[in-house]
């Protein structure tokens, strides 16, 4: 019987276009994305005293520091918003940045051992990247909101409108700008190790050429574009926009960003689509 | 004619030997460069061209079809591809050219307990683990309790595996695995682990998938007799090429005979060495005669050593090793198994005799290995690695009674003395 006439439900081919992503057999794996996620989080706090209050521990120690050190120390301005909500709102979208940066460089290393042996669509370890820490972040960001909620009580009232319905989509950017970095950066970190050793150097420092600790209105001048050419600056701007109404919202900023984000996002896929069937004879 | 469940068509898969890459992007970067301008690569070494950089086909050309319910075993020696073919039909590699097309779900078990995490319970691995090999959460509810029971580690299911032992953390990755319901079972070596208690169990499992439940299998192992008990056909590879696509006893047959081939293909004086010359290592009959016939098992085959010995050491020892057709050693023999000072070499031409025991080894083919060592010191020629070979067909002659004229059961066929009392 000839090759084409049998009806294969795998068909194995040395050519296979590098931009087809098999998105329907991911969805068919949807149980093992629910039970990476559930291992990523189960296995963090295993053994801890504090266990998943880490989570919240984390940005709260952060906040207070951010709020001696630059508002009391240095003197930074906050654009009118309270200290506590600026500098929480900066430090729980940079740490689900960073994080969730850092921990898809890390797909191809971390999953050595069971990518070698075992064939599942590789993209589900990404996306359950994304659910983990999505679900961290979320935790974090209810504790702002409480605090939020505090401040509205409080007599803040006038900051809150319907601009909050943009959250999500702010939310949704900054997690396809964080994975479309972290897999061009774990496709290339199969073949040069030394990548991932720079990244948590590179992101500490990057972190005050984006307006985390400061808003970019306090900038100005040259310093100003060149904050502004760092891609991240327009998300913490647009989120700052949508909780307190204030921030720079400069349209060629955001159009800057959003196609940065597409760039990346799509150069991520198709890197690691073609790594991902090359890079166990690498690695 | 059965359904074809697996075609295989020109695949090839191409490793490049040495370092990929220079490992510094810098360098990566101007040598790909240059290679797009067509310009000299200045990161090669002088005389250097990229056509140089040598690689080497690990699988070349391979085309087969495997029919429902067919039990493969996949033989060869080291290197000659099985592996690699193995991660190509279980989709952790991806071939260089060809294609394969597969029909029915494909479960691999190339190492057992793949992505157990140390932290979480045996009950939350089985289900990682089960979905990680691609079944769904339904199909592992379903089949906990038999998995559990598989793996006989019930009360302890709810402990983390990292305070599991090695053994019980095998048979819980072993039960998991074996529990898949998968058309078409790909197995590596699994069953080398475990203690031979649960080797005997994983092998007898595998036999009830395969034989019992009429899956397709797919086997890689270098322990022809669980290849033999387990597969119905195989296929025999070299270097990358498929030499034999038959029955699995052929196959096995083809490959320890091929064992055998590259053996005396290799001259004697390659085994020469401070302590002695091999001058001839050869099977004769009683009258010295080189035996080239089978023979029958009562006497009359014998090893013959002749060796020119330079150097005399008070531990020396020389002898055979002899396997059968399987690969089982069946046992050695020492010149200094009775210890007599008197019968031991010494310096210049020694020829020895040693016999093969009349009446002790069964019917079939049987490999014979040169050794000699130091004893407890160190090995001078080892059987087990680089040895000179010679092959002894035995058959017939299994014992003076007329009722055992064939293959006796059994690895060896034994006559012994038995009394009776009236």
Known sequence: MKFEDIKWDTLIDAKKNPFALDLGQVYEYRDLIRIFVKRDIAATYKQTVLGPLWYIAQPIFTTIMFIIVFRHVASVGTDDIPPVLFYSVGTILWSFFSSLLTSQARVFYANKEIFGKVYFPRLTVPIAIIFGESIKFLIQFFVFAIIYALYLFKGYGYFISVRVLLLPLVIVWLILMASGLGLIISSITTRYRDLAMALAFFLSMFMYATPVVYPLSEVSGNLRTFICLNPITAVLECFRYSCFGTGVMAPEMILYSAVCTLVFLFGGLILFNRNEKAFVDVI | ?422
């Open chain 2, 1 to 422: 004619m059965n359904d074809i469940v697996i075609k295989a068509e020109n695949i090839g898969k191409y490793y490049r030997l040495g370092q990929i890459n220079t490992g510094m992007f810098y360098s990566d970067a101007r040598s790909w460069i240059s290679r797009r301008l067509g310009i000299e690569d200045k990161t090669l070494k002088i005389g250097e061209s990229v056509g140089d950089k040598k690689g080497v086909w690990a699988l070349d050309d391979i085309d087969f079809e495997i029919e429902q319910g067919e039990r493969v075993g996949i033989i060869g020696k080291n290197g000659a591809g099985k592996s690699t073919l193995l991660k190509i039909i279980s989709r952790v590699t991806v071939p260089t050219k060809g294609r394969i097309g597969i029909k029915g779900d494909v479960a691999s078990l190339l190492e057992v307990g793949t992505g157990f995490h140390p932290e979480m319970t045996g009950r939350e691995n089985i289900y990682l683990n089960g979905s990680i090999l691609g079944m769904k959460r339904a199909e592992i509810n379903e089949k906990i309790d038999e998995i559990i029971a598989f793996s006989e580690i019930n009360e302890y299911i709810d402990t983390p595996v990292k305070r599991y032992s090695s053994g019980m953390y095998v048979r819980l990755a072993f039960a998991v695995a074996a529990n898949l319901d998968s058309d078409i079972l790909i197995a590596d070596e699994v069953l080398a682990v475990g203690d031979a208690e649960f080797q005997k169990r994983a092998l007898g499992k595998m036999n009830d998938l395969s034989k019992g439940q009429g899956r397709t299998v797919l086997f890689v192992s270098h322990r022809m007799n669980a290849v033999k008990s387990l597969c119905n056909t195989g296929i025999l590879l070299d270097k990358g090429k498929i030499v034999l696509r038959d029955e699995i006893d052929k196959c096995i047959n083809r490959y320890q005979s091929g064992l055998y081939d590259a053996k005396t293909s290799t001259d004697l004086s390659h085994y020469n060495n401070e302590f002695f010359d091999l001058d001839d290592f050869r099977l004769v009959d009683g009258n010295g005669n080189e035996l080239t016939q089978p023979v029958e098992n009562g006497g009359g085959a014998f090893v013959r050593i002749e060796l020119d010995m330079k150097k005399v050491h008070h531990a020396f020892t020389t002898g055979y090793a002899i396997y059968n057709a399987d690969g089982t050693l069946m046992y050695w023999s020492y010149l200094t198994d009775d210890y007599d000072e008197n019968n031991n070499v010494s310096e210049g031409r020694n020829i020895l005799t040693g016999e093969i025991p009349a009446h002790f080894l069964n019917e079939g083919e049987y490999f014979i290995y040169f050794s000699a060592s130091l004893h407890y010191i160190q090995w001078i020629v080892n059987p087990e690695e680089d040895s000179p070979c010679l092959k002894l067909h035995i058959q017939g002659g299994l014992s003076d009674s007329p009722f055992w004229p064939a293959r006796r059961p059994g690895v060896c066929a034994p006559v012994l003395n038995w009394t009776v009392e009236k």
